[in-house]
């Protein structure tokens, strides 16, 4: 079980070397955010590689845009307002 933990936290700490761009002597920086990921991925028997990008709230739905020939159609449509 300790190994396995262990190699997790490797995996974890090299992975974000890489997403920092590879930095020099950050090592135990590295270390110690990876061992704080997987020790709070482990208390919330969560892991980041299975979770899944968070889904848009169902009302946050872009529209597609319309049809260049519908905008077309409405903008002739609109009666003009009387001027006052």
Known sequence: MADDRQERIRNRAHKIWQEEGQPAGQH???WHQA???IDREDATGTSSAAK????????????KAEPKEAKAAKKTSKPKKAAK
């Open 28 to 30: 135990e920086r590295h």
């Open 35 to 37: 061992t704080a990921d």
């Open 52 to 63: 899944k990008p968070a889904k848009k709230a169902t009302g946050a739905v872009k529209a």
